[in-house]
């Protein structure tokens, strides 16, 4: 049987007195595109963070390929979070030399291929661009290295319908079949045509994992009329 791509063992996340995940179990397969879906407050960014290496549960497990997150997993984990991290004042080019640097498996030819497809000057500061743009240029970044899974924390949410359409182009074309995307959103009715699988999620527990496929064919439901219908105020 194939390892999971991510695997989530009984995995609790505590701040003080609130649990963020309770006993959450989950496995993820490779070559799959995959939707983290659930209401504010749910659990996926502190889920996506745990998967990243930048949280530790506070009981259970993470693998990633089998392995206990740590230095070997983050070389295999590209991770877009949901705010902007460079340095305001470095130009474009200079982030994708930063990606060169840092990580073995960037392709730089892809990234700069992929910017100048989406009208966007390598030689801007990244204080000069809009956040669209800003937003842009993260996710080539993220998309251009050949990793395991791909944690994606809401990348459409700053960009225009138009650039949102090439951008879900650019995820499902750019990442390999033995990866896993994970992406975290609330415009589910923009990506739900690019997901394989979803995975609902509610104050910090599992609600639902299927796939997409299934639940088109035996509810006769989108995934955003499902979400509406599941999390209905």
Do not use: W
């Not at 705010?83 to 130009?91: P, R």
């Not at 994992?209 to 599941?230: M, N, P, Q, T, Y």
């Amino acid at each position: 049987m194939a390892i999971p791509v991510l695997e989530c063992r009984a995995l609790s996340k505590n701040y003080g007195s609130f649990t963020a995940l309770s006993n959450f179990n989950l496995s993820l397969p490779a070559g799959r595109i995959i939707g983290l879906l659930g209401p504010n407050g749910s659990g996926k960014t502190t889920l996506i963070k745990m998967a990243a290496g930048l949280l530790t549960p506070t009981y259970g497990e993470i693998l990633i390929d089998g392995r206990p997150v740590g230095i070997d997993t983050k070389k295999i984990v590209s991770y877009l979070p949901e705010s902007t991290y460079f340095n305001e004042s470095m130009t474009v080019r200079e982030t994708i030399d930063f990606f060169e640097d840092f990580y073995e498996d960037f392709s730089r030819a892809k990234a700069e291929d992929m910017l100048a497809r989406l009208h966007v000057d390598t030689g801007r500061r990244l204080k000069t661009l809009s956040k669209g743009n800003k937003e842009k240029v993260q996710l080539v970044l993220v998309m251009s290295r050949h990793a395991r899974l791909y944690l994606l924390d809401e990348p459409i949410g700053g960009v225009d319908p138009a650039t949102r359409d090439y951008i879900l182009d650019t995820i499902v074309s750019n990442y390999n079949q033995d990866s896993t995307v994970l992406i975290s959103t609330h415009l589910i009715a923009d990506i739900e045509k690019v997901l394989d699988e979803f995975v609902f999620i509610n104050m910090g527990n599992l609600v639902m994992h299927s796939s997409a496929d299934e639940v088109r064919a035996e509810r006769g439901k989108s995934i955003d009329e499902l979400f509406r219908e599941v999390f209905r105020c």
